[in-house]
């Protein structure tokens, strides 16, 4: 018997190479889109990051002082929450919330597009109002996913941190299986994009999902490899390659995802 899944996987890579070079004119305009996300990226989430931080290590230094001072230690939720830091907590809260929201806006208008124009490159078009609203209802779900991620893991970043007082180099376990657990919610989210599904990697069948990623994670580890290569001998020739190589890798992604999916899915 043949292996139906091998046989899709590398047809659809393929095919949407081929696709990529006839809609040269998607490839280009999506692969700008791209670039300008970056540049919106870094220009307003850089400050709220940064008084993140600093608003993060003024919480961490106050938290040890004052279990420094207690003879019975209690839970650092209950620190956070308690009336000495209560202000503090509220005041980084807020600019936690602020930064969900400007990557959520920032993610769907620029991301959005690009998987849009994503199905135009595959050949499976969609309606841009329609895929639009999809688009940000499905991210709803990761977005939420994303908050609850960032609160555990500034909970378990101080802790960790006052462990490191009492006890340096201690393992950070808690840190590694959040992570893990993060991987998890962008490839769920990668996953739902071509269809707009939030549950499609679980309907996948996993010899396609493993197929799928080791592929896509080699063409992007690949250009990723290639531009830091380039970067070492000239950061202005890395930029420029950025745009020429690593933008349509991404596309070619985006289109060999959707490619995939969709006649996986077919009778979906």
């Known amino acids: 018997m043949r292996d139906l899944s091998k046989e899709i996987v590398v047809k659809e890579l393929i095919t949407s190479v081929s696709l990529i070079k006839k809609h040269a004119f998607w490839l280009v305009i999506s692969s700008l ?19 993140i931080v600093e608003h993060s290590v003024l919480i961490a230094n106050k938290l040890s002082a004052i279990l420094a001072e207690q003879e019975v230690k209690t839970g650092i939720l209950s620190h956070l929450l308690g009336p000495q ?25 620029f991301h959005g597009t690009s ?9 499976m078009p969609q309606k841009y109002r329609e895929y ?26 101080l ?33 739902s994009y ?20 080791v592929l896509c994670a080699s063409m992007f580890l690949a250009a990723q490899f290639i531009l830091n290569s380039i970067g070492k001998l000239n950061v202005d020739a890395a930029l420029v390659a950025g745009i020429i190589i690593l933008f349509p890798v991404m596309n070619l992604i985006r289109t060999y995802a959707i490619r995939v999916l969709s006649h996986v899915h077919t009778r979906d």
Request: glycine content about 6%; overall charge positive; charged content about 10%.
């Open 33 to 51: 889109i791209d670039a300008l996300f970056f540049l919106a990226w870094g220009f307003f989430t850089t400050p709220v990051r940064d008084k």
């Open 85 to 109: 830091l209560q202000p503090m907590t509220g005041k980084l809260i807020l600019l936690i919330l602020l930064l969900f929201a400007v990557i959520y806006v920032l993610y769907n208008a």
């Open 115 to 123: 998987w849009w124009m994503a199905t135009n490159i595959a050949e």
């Open 132 to 157: 639009m609203l999809g688009f940000a209802r499905v991210n709803l779900i990761w977005i939420t996913g994303y908050i609850l991620y960032k609160f555990i893991d500034v909970i378990i970043s």
């Open 159 to 191: 802790r960790y941190v006052i462990i490191q007082k009492f006890s340096p180099g201690a393992p950070n376990i808690a840190g590694k299986v959040l992570l893990a657990a993060l991987v998890l919610l962008g490839i769920a989210a990668f996953f």
């Open 194 to 213: 071509p269809r707009l599904r939030a549950a499609q990697l679980f309907r996948t069948p996993w010899r396609i999902t493993v197929s799928l990623l």
